[in-house]
């Protein structure tokens, strides 16, 4: 158990609609990063948060966004879903924002978008 | 950060050591190398890092050239539960201001009986 939890584990969605993925980091981590892996792009780096402020962004679609909130939770919000947007999304936190910090990842949220 | 080459398979006898290459020839001198695995869908896991030394913890055993353009990662008696696929990761350390990982397309290794 990496102390990182992400809900819910799947979800099932139709096209066009909105979904709210949720991720609590591990106890004093400030530092919250999702990732998204879909089998023809591999695991891409979406964004990273640090102590509720965006740090970085990767190529994440205009239709997502995120947030981290001063308990230090984030969620990460997808709308007008498409097909291709099905996809496993993990999220990670680490103690701090550098690159130095060791990663842990949660399990994953499942997304079907049918 | 740098771009890092793997072979996309590998198989290792269960009990043997499992040697996984990384090419990243373009390595900066404040790069790390960074390995990390997934096991069939699971979240990535961290297994080690190094800069220029080489590096050992329970989990396995990181050897850097002395050039620094390649490294290789060590399990040394690999089990079934280590088929993965294992990513090595070369990004800046404490001078970046994210810790953002970028994850190549691995190596599946597949420990067989």
């Known amino acids: 158990d990496s102390g990182v939890t992400q809900t819910p584990k799947h979800l099932i969605t139709a096209t066009g609609q909105r979904v709210t993925l949720r991720c609590s980091p591990r106890?004093?981590?400030?530092?919250v990063y999702w990732y998204q892996q879909s089998l023809d792009q591999g695991l891409q780096f979406l964004i990273h948060?640090?102590?509720?402020?965006?740090?970085a962004k990767g190529n994440i679609l205009e239709r997502f966004s995120a947030q981290q909130f001063p308990d230090l939770h984030s969620e990460l919000n997808l709308s007008s879903l498409e097909l291709g947007d099905s996809a496993l999304y993990f999220c990670?936190?680490?103690?701090?924002?550098?690159?130095?910090?060791?990663?842990?990842f949660g399990a994953g949220t499942r997304l079907s978008v049918l | 950060d740098a771009k890092t080459t793997q072979p996309p398979s590998m198989d290792c006898a269960e009990g043997r050591a499992a040697n996984l290459p990384c090419n990243h020839s373009?390595?900066?001198?404040?790069?790390?190398v960074y390995w990390y695995r997934q096991i069939h869908s699971q979240g990535p896991q961290y297994i080690i890092h190094?800069?220029?030394n080489n590096e050992t913890n329970e989990m396995a055993s990181l050897i850097i050239t002395e050039d620094r353009k390649s490294s290789t990662l060590i399990l040394p008696h690999a089990t079934l539960r280590d088929t993965a696929v294992y990513y090595c990761?070369?990004?800046?350390?404490?001078?970046?201001?994210?810790?953002?990982?970028?994850f190549g397309q691995g190596t599946t290794l597949q420990v067989k009986p």
């Open positions: 948060y640090y102590n509720g402020e965006e740090r």
């Open positions: 106890s004093g981590d400030l530092s």
């Open positions: 190094g800069l220029k």
């Open positions: 373009t390595i900066s001198g404040n790069e790390y």
């Open positions: 990670a936190s680490s103690v701090d924002l550098g690159g130095l910090n060791i990663q842990y």
């Open positions: 990761i070369v990004r800046v350390g404490l001078a970046s201001n994210t810790g953002k990982l970028i």
